[in-house]
């Protein structure tokens, strides 16, 4: 059945055991994020089985199909407040910047007579989340004297809005301020959380502050990339994900629609040049499932032309290989395809071992 998404799980095993090993040399505990796929277990269980020891998601909602594995959750995105008890449910730590917050999970957390974990975060210019650091002193008597809340750490995201690159500078800031939390306070904080698969290249060039613990690893596991710079870690497989289509029709036609031209079907006024005929074929997937941008076509002679909710364009004029009706098109993935795939129902999941 397609369109199908291929899902490599020993790929993803050797990604993960390799990165686990790094982990482990540097002593690191590593953080597998799931949200790209939604909290699948069976893509979830692989990376456990193979090194990961915490899953980390930004949805509650994953973090419950996720309960039966026994390893410590973490809940990525700041909790809501119309889900603070799911949030004690179903997550062991969740990342906070909010006291109010922090006060309703210490109360969810008496109502469920269970420890919730807390780790802060800070601020350091990415401009997403975050306490900024001259508020942190303040915020931290309040907390140590909660019932059932536990400060287990602090952290940091990086290169999610404002693309600011994780170095010695921004990450020395949060070892600085985690030791010194550590003395001022008489703590010992478990988790110093450094960011995301921005900061790997921090472990391979050695520049990763040594008080920093723990790494939330997403796009690296998965696409075997560090996302500074978007270079590749090591020989990790970046085609662990693959979509499949099928052709439901293919003809010769021209390029430049004919007729007065309007809105498409997204509100768009679209323009085209005239490059005489084509050879077009129609794949069954839409914008509804994926954006026609992020997705790579493995046959390079094949171009993307657009796409609609249900119909993918494509140009096979090039091409060396002679596609018929029915034929099957692959593509590679990047993260915001592989995310918006498992989110479509219409898109079947297929392991490979
Ligand atoms: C999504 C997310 C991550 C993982 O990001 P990757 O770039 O996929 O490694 C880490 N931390 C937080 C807070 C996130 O929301």
Request: overall charge negative; charged content about 20%; aromatic content about 6%.
């Amino acid at each position: 059945m397609y369109p199908s998404l291929n899902i490599n799980l020993s790929k993803l095993a050797y990604n993960t055991s390799i990165i686990s090993e790094i982990f482990v040399a540097n002593n690191l505990k590593l953080m597998a994020v799931t949200k790209a796929f939604c909290g699948d277990c069976i893509i979830a269980d692989t990376l456990v089985a193979n090194g990961a020891e915490y899953l980390a998601d930004s949805r509650i909602e994953n973090l419950a199909k996720l309960k039966n594995i026994p390893i410590p959750k973490l809940l990525l995105r700041l909790p809501m407040k119309s889900e603070i008890e799911s949030v004690i449910s179903f997550a062991d730590y969740s990342l906070n910047s909010e006291l109010e917050t922090i006060y309703m999970l210490s109360e969810a957390a008496v109502n469920q007579d269970k420890v919730h974990n807390i780790i802060l975060m800070l601020d350091l210019g990415d401009l997403r989340e975050g306490i900024l650091p001259k508020d942190i002193y303040s915020l931290i008597p309040k907390i140590l004297n909660l019932p059932l809340i536990k400060l287990s750490g602090i952290g940091v995201n990086l290169t999610c809005y404002g693309g600011v690159i994780p170095d010695e500078i921004n990450l020395g800031e949060l070892a600085d301020i985690a030791t010194r939390l550590e003395q001022d306070f008489n703590i010992s904080l478990e988790i110093i959380s450094g960011g995301n698969s921005s900061s790997f290249y921090l472990i391979e060039s050695g520049k990763l502050p040594s008080k920093i613990n723990s790494l939330r690893l997403g796009e690296s596991i998965l696409l075997g990339r560090e996302t500074a710079y978007g270079n590749n870690i090591l020989n990790l497989y970046n085609d662990a994900f693959i979509l499949n289509c099928q052709i439901v029709e293919l003809k010769e036609k021209g390029s430049k629609p004919k007729g007065k031209i309007g809105m498409d079907a997204f509100g768009n006024i679209p323009t085209f040049e005239d490059r005489g005929i084509l050879s077009r074929a129609i794949l069954a997937i839409g914008r509804q499932d994926v954006s026609p941008d992020d997705l790579t076509p493995i046959d390079k002679d094949i171009e993307v032309l657009g796409a609609s909710s249900d119909h993918l364009i494509l140009n096979l004029s090039n091409c060396k290989t002679k596609y018929k009706l029915g034929d099957v098109i692959e593509f590679s993935l990047n993260y915001g395809s592989i995310l918006s795939l498992f989110t479509s129902p219409y898109v079947k999941k297929q392991y490979i071992k």
